[in-house]
């Protein structure tokens, strides 16, 4: 079965530092994608950043970028620069089927202290 | 906001109720997702329709079933209603529910039962 780890339950930056998330995940498929997602207090899922696994290159958005490592099955989140804004709960997800259903890991809860 | 509306926000209920959520996926987006968050479980994937079928069934209790329009909007119906079925519902949608398509949640319902 196709499973998503979040080891670290939280997290906590300082402001204008650089955190890295980490995601593990077990798969025996070899096309794949994976995803993180930011959760805020205002509970709204928003879309962070995409990989696809074919890709070796690893994937930016801004101050988001990803570690992707394939045959480790591994998945961070390098957030720099990091702003109280960023506080929140990150996702990792995966998807891998035609149905395209994502399957979430547990969550990181992610502080930013001023 | 991702463009994808979910009603109501909040509903409460008693066990043994019926309710439905419904949802407007983005203008264009022909998939839609259901995902239910809860703090025992997750983020679990319920169901996924794609242009008026429905292409993927995740974890979804018989108790529960949804459908999808010919306007493309989505409703999830709850029936007899347990303690348990308390959640946050999410929708989300994306273009064409293609394997590794980004998807784009609402805000959710936050069902409380009673």
């Known amino acids: 079965a196709q499973t998503v780890t979040q080891s670290q339950p939280e997290m906590s930056v300082q402001e204008a530092e650089t955190v890295t998330l980490s995601c593990t995940y077990d798969?025996?498929?070899?096309?794949?994608?994976l995803f993180w997602y930011k959760q805020p207090p205002s509970r709204q899922m928003i879309l962070v950043i995409r990989?696809?696994?074919?890709?070796?290159q690893n994937a930016t958005e801004n101050r988001f970028s990803v570690n992707f490592q394939k045959a480790a099955k591994s998945f961070s989140l390098k957030i720099s620069d990091s702003q109280l804004g960023d506080a929140a709960m990150y996702f990792c997800?995966?998807?891998?089927?035609?149905?395209?259903?994502?399957?979430f890991g547990a969550g990181t809860i992610l502080r930013v202290k001023s | 906001d991702s463009g994808v509306t979910q009603t109501p926000k909040h509903l409460i209920t008693a066990t043994g109720q019926r309710v439905t959520l419904r949802c407007s996926p983005r203008?264009?987006?022909?998939?839609v997702y259901w995902y239910q968050q809860s703090l025992d479980q997750g983020l679990q994937f319920l169901i996924q329709?794609?242009?008026?079928?429905?292409?993927a069934k995740g974890n979804i209790l018989e108790r529960f079933s949804a459908q999808q329009f010919p306007d493309l909007h989505s409703e999830l119906n709850l029936s007899s209603l347990e303690l348990g079925d308390s959640a946050l519902y999410f929708c989300?949608?994306?273009?064409?529910?293609?394997?590794?398509?980004?998807?784009?949640f609402g805000p959710g319902t936050r069902l409380t039962v009673t």
């Open positions: 203008s264009g987006d022909l998939s």
């Open positions: 997800a995966y998807s891998w089927e035609y149905g395209n259903k994502l399957v």
């Open positions: 989300a949608s994306s273009v064409d529910g293609g394997r590794g398509d980004e998807q784009y």
């Open positions: 798969t025996s498929e070899s096309d794949y994608y």
């Open positions: 990989q696809e696994a074919y890709k070796q």
């Open positions: 329709y794609y242009n008026g079928e429905e292409r």
